[in-house]
């Protein structure tokens, strides 16, 4: 799988730039701090697809609480393929990379999120922004949450849900969170469509040669092995400093004065 770290900078890169897109309407932020926050919750949904098996980042994030999770979603993830799979899918022992790796799973659980936002208010809303910054926590700033314990990051991402639940007000939180959780968890799927093994996101509804659980990737001579040398070297790099910038853009303020300073800077040049 695509490391953790990847999958989180790639999701704070998406949120940071979706925000700006998004009407508030739909839950768009209207504020530097409510960017931020779409931004860390979506980094923090971008692990949640690797909840189907206890080996990922996620599942080490809270300790034997998410090595739980996991263990109980990747029985219910096989159980989803066991009973949706087409008469030329393989049987399976585990379920990663299945049920938690499809639109299905995003738009569900995006969609729950906002049912539950709506109806039980802040107490929902602070159990998801914990649970979400707790991940992006882990995945962000993955050796210092190594090597502070996941005491350390439950701890963290308890105080800052709190401090958090304020930038999403009543009108936006809901749809926004909703919006956010969602968005990470396509993110994350894109990030593992361009590796080699794929995932099943169109799954179990677009059958494809007797197959309804066939993966979506990049042929072969673009996919990228996932924890290789062009994700280390690259690909974590590079959305690094994307993600730097779309954050310093996102400030209130920020693009009108560095327009502005681009400008002054061409006209003493000339």
Not at 6 to 18: E, K, P, Q, R
Not at 111 to 123: E, H, I, K, T
């Amino acid at each position: 799988m695509v490391m953790g770290a990847t999958h989180a900078m790639s999701g704070a890169a998406v949120g940071l730039a979706v925000a700006d897109l998004l009407p508030t309407d739909w839950g768009g932020p209207t504020s530097t701090a409510e960017t931020f926050a779409f931004a860390g919750v979506c980094a923090g949904a971008a692990l949640l697809p690797d909840l189907d098996t206890t080996q990922s980042t996620v599942a080490r994030s809270f300790g034997p609480i998410s090595r739980t999770l996991a263990a109980g979603m990747d029985s219910l993830s096989l159980g989803v393929y066991r009973v949706t799979k087409g008469r030329k899918d393989p049987n399976r022992r585990g379920g990663h990379r299945t049920f938690t790796h499809t639109a299905l799973f995003a738009a569900g659980l995006g969609a729950g999120v906002s049912a539950l936002v709506g109806q039980f208010g802040r107490p929902a809303l602070i159990v998801t922004l914990f649970f979400t910054l707790g991940l992006a926590l882990r995945g962000l700033f993955g050796h210092w949450a190594r090597d502070k314990g996941w005491l350390v990051v439950t701890a963290a991402a308890a105080f800052l849900s709190i401090l958090t639940w304020q930038w999403f007000p009543d009108e936006v939180g809901s749809t926004g969170l909703g919006v956010a959780v969602a968005l990470g968890c396509a993110v994350h799927c894109l990030g593992d469509m361009i590796t080699k093994e794929g995932v099943p996101f169109l799954a179990p509804f677009v059958p494809f040669g007797g197959r309804r659980w066939w993966e979506l990737r990049l042929p072969s001579f673009l996919a990228i092995r996932a924890g290789g040398g062009f994700e280390r070297a690259f690909l974590g790099p590079a959305l690094t400093l994307v993600t730097v910038a779309l954050a310093v853009w996102s400030i209130d303020g920020a693009p009108e004065a560095i327009t502005d300073a681009l400008r002054n800077s061409v006209q003493m040049t000339e």
